[in-house]
Protein backbone atom coordinates (compact mmCIF):
# COMPACT_ATOMS: atom_id res chain seq x y z
CA UNK A 1 0.00 0.00 0.00
CA UNK A 2 1.22 3.59 -1.05
CA UNK A 3 1.36 6.85 1.10
CA UNK A 4 -1.44 8.05 -1.08
CA UNK A 5 -3.87 5.21 -0.46
CA UNK A 6 -3.33 4.67 3.06
CA UNK A 7 -6.36 6.47 4.40
CA UNK A 8 -8.51 4.94 1.90
CA UNK A 9 -11.77 6.60 3.31
CA UNK A 10 -11.42 10.18 2.78
CA UNK A 11 -14.07 12.92 3.35
CA UNK A 12 -12.99 16.45 1.50
CA UNK A 13 -16.11 18.54 2.13
CA UNK A 14 -17.58 18.19 -0.29
CA UNK A 15 -20.11 15.61 0.76
CA UNK A 16 -23.44 17.09 2.56
CA UNK A 17 -23.67 16.02 6.40
CA UNK A 18 -26.43 13.47 5.73
CA UNK A 19 -24.27 10.97 3.57
CA UNK A 20 -21.27 11.41 6.02
CA UNK A 21 -23.43 10.53 9.06
CA UNK A 22 -24.99 8.12 7.72
CA UNK A 23 -21.67 6.57 5.78
CA UNK A 24 -19.57 7.09 9.65
CA UNK A 25 -21.55 7.59 12.31
CA UNK A 26 -18.41 7.62 14.28
CA UNK A 27 -17.72 11.35 13.49
CA UNK A 28 -21.48 12.65 14.97
CA UNK A 29 -18.69 13.62 18.24
CA UNK A 30 -16.21 15.61 16.05
CA UNK A 31 -19.42 17.40 14.28
CA UNK A 32 -20.67 18.47 18.03
CA UNK A 33 -16.93 19.44 19.01
CA UNK A 34 -16.78 21.75 16.34
CA UNK A 35 -20.45 23.21 17.23
CA UNK A 36 -22.36 21.73 14.59
CA UNK A 37 -25.38 20.28 15.47
CA UNK A 38 -26.59 18.85 12.09
CA UNK A 39 -27.73 15.64 12.99
CA UNK A 40 -31.36 16.21 13.27
CA UNK A 41 -31.50 19.11 10.89
CA UNK A 42 -33.47 18.93 7.89
CA UNK A 43 -30.72 21.09 5.58
CA UNK A 44 -27.96 18.32 6.62
CA UNK A 45 -29.41 16.20 3.68
CA UNK A 46 -28.48 18.68 0.87
CA UNK A 47 -25.76 21.31 2.56
CA UNK A 48 -22.06 20.47 1.83
CA UNK A 49 -19.93 19.87 4.97
CA UNK A 50 -17.93 23.16 3.46
CA UNK A 51 -21.16 25.11 3.00
CA UNK A 52 -22.24 24.29 6.65
CA UNK A 53 -18.94 24.87 7.99
CA UNK A 54 -18.51 28.50 6.33
CA UNK A 55 -22.36 29.38 7.58
CA UNK A 56 -21.24 28.46 11.22
CA UNK A 57 -17.86 29.79 10.93
CA UNK A 58 -15.83 26.74 11.54
CA UNK A 59 -12.32 26.64 10.03
CA UNK A 60 -13.23 23.55 7.39
CA UNK A 61 -9.26 22.60 7.30
CA UNK A 62 -9.42 21.70 10.64
CA UNK A 63 -12.82 20.04 10.38
CA UNK A 64 -12.07 18.12 7.85
CA UNK A 65 -8.69 16.33 9.66
CA UNK A 66 -10.56 15.79 12.91
CA UNK A 67 -13.37 14.04 10.43
CA UNK A 68 -10.98 12.10 8.62
CA UNK A 69 -8.92 10.91 11.71
CA UNK A 70 -12.14 9.73 12.91
CA UNK A 71 -13.00 7.48 10.39
CA UNK A 72 -9.56 6.46 10.07
CA UNK A 73 -8.79 5.53 13.45
CA UNK A 74 -8.93 1.64 14.29
CA UNK A 75 -12.33 0.75 15.75
CA UNK A 76 -12.92 0.74 19.87
CA UNK A 77 -14.16 -3.19 20.83
Do not use: R
Not at 10 to 17: A, V
Not at 18 to 29: A, D, F
Not at 62 to 67: D, N, P, Q, V
Request: proline letters at 4%.
Amino acid sequence: MTENNKNANIITGDETFGEVIQKYPQVIPVFFQFGLHCIGCHISAYESIKDGAAAHGVEIEKLIEALNKAINEPKKD
